[in-house]
Nanobody, 124 residues
Framework: QVTVTESGGGLVQAGASLRLSCAAS????????MAWFRQAPGGEEREFVAAISANGGTISYADSVKGRFTISRDTAKNTMYLQMNSLKPEDTAVYYC????????????????WGQGTQVTVSA
């Protein structure tokens, strides 16, 4: 079964840091772009956060996290990371990782699979 699994969420105060991890099946990880999305409480749609190409050479960020978040991937561990610094209460959300073969992430619709999500809560 092909899966991706997030971890690393938690409750922190504003200004703190967290690192999220996304472990994926090897076949997925080596060949697909990987992306982070988030869904805020009460939000109807998942918001794009960051993406990294299969070889790690191309990275993009949402304007809301640029300069604070860093996406990376470790091929040896089949794991993608999201280092989140200077967290703000508005970063509170469930964070999801997803694989993408079709560049659908640009439309908010990566081809998948999606993980189950990890909760990040930032208190003021």
């Amino acid at each position: 079964q092909v899966t991706v699994t997030e971890s690393g969420g938690g409750l922190v105060q504003a200004g703190a840091s967290l690192r999220l991890s996304c472990a994926a099946s090897g076949a997925i990880f080596r060949t697909r772009l990987m992306a982070w999305f988030r869904q805020a409480p009460g939000g109807e749609e998942r918001e794009f956060v960051a993406a990294i190409s299969a070889n790690g050479g191309t990275i993009s960020y949402a304007d809301s996290v640029k300069g604070r978040f860093t996406i990376s991937r470790d091929t040896a561990k089949n794991t993608m990371y999201l280092q989140m610094n200077s967290l703000k209460p508005e970063d509170t959300a469930v964070y999801y990782c997803a694989a993408d073969q079709t560049m659908g992430y640009l439309r908010g619709q990566p081809s998948g699979p999606w993980g189950q999500g990890t909760q990040v809560t930032v208190s003021a």
